[in-house]
Antibody
Framework: QVQLVQSGGEVKKPGASVTVSCKVS????????ISWVRQAPGQGLEWMGW????????NYAQKFRGRVTMTTDTSTSTTYMDLRGLRSDDTAVYYC?????????????WGQGTLVTVSS | SYELTQPPSVSVSPGQTASIPCSAH??????ACWYQQKPGQSPVLVIY???RRPSGIPERFSGSNSGDTATLTISGTQAMDEAVYFC?????????FGGGTKLTVL
């Protein structure tokens, strides 16, 4: 069955960088894009961007351009999300999600989430 | 930028029908989908392409989308349906989420 398994929680200081990984199984990473979505405590969902599974093309939400990098390693079926220049308002649960493109885009499978805490 | 608007909360009695709206300019010209999120859990897709249910989602979940409003309808609401529901659309190569609606079953 399809699974997206993310790396464990992180605690970072302001200004630092964090890398969150998302390992997929049950399907080929090259067949679907992966999006990253974050959720601050008690808040809604915020889309950060996507990376294609085959060529590694990316599309970042304007808010995160210049601060986020998404990469993919097809040999290990793993996608990575790097966020730099962390601030306290980057404290959130970060999710990876498999994106389906079918006249629109939506997410049919999600990772379990990774809590990133930014605190001095 | 394109924004999706949801009411913060909706209440429903068990066994009754719950309707959760999601509004935006000409939303009916795009596709909407819906996610259910329970506390401490990842979101779950319950409706996609306006009206379609993924396998494993109960038939009591249905969706519609016309004009400026997409609506998630839960018929015969059960206590287990208590959750936050997010609508989502795609516009100009960007994914947009609504702010979420907390459904209370009481």
């Amino acid at each position: 069955q399809v699974q997206l398994v993310q790396s464990g929680g992180e605690v970072k200081k302001p200004g630092a960088s964090v890398t969150v990984s998302c390992k997929v199984s049950g399907y080929s990473l090259t067949n679907h894009a992966i999006s990253w979505v974050r959720q601050a405590p008690g808040q809604g969902l915020e889309w950060m961007g996507w990376i294609s599974g085959n060529y590694g093309n990316t599309n970042y939400a304007q808010k995160f351009r210049g601060r986020v990098t998404m990469t993919t390693d097809t040999s290990t079926s793993t996608t990575y999300m790097d966020l730099r220049g962390l601030r306290s308002d980057d404290t959130a649960v970060y999710y990876c999600a498999r994106e389906i493109v079918d006249g629109t885009s939506f997410f049919d499978y999600w990772g379990q989430g990774t809590l990133v805490t930014v605190s001095s | 930028s394109y924004e999706l608007t949801q009411p913060p909360s909706v209440s429903v009695s068990p066994g009754q029908t719950a309707s959760i709206p999601c509004s935006a300019h000409k939303l009916g010209e795009k596709y909407a989908c819906w996610y259910q999120q329970k506390p401490g859990q990842s979101p779950v897709l319950v409706i996609y392409r306006d009206t379609r249910r993924p396998s494993g989602i109960p038939e009591r979940f249905s969706g519609s989308n016309s004009g400026d409003t997409a609506t998630l309808t839960i018929s015969g609401t059960q206590a287990m349906d208590e959750a936050v529901y997010f609508c989502q659309a795609w516009d100009s190569n960007t994914i947009i989420f609504g702010g979420g609606t907390k459904l209370t079953v009481l």
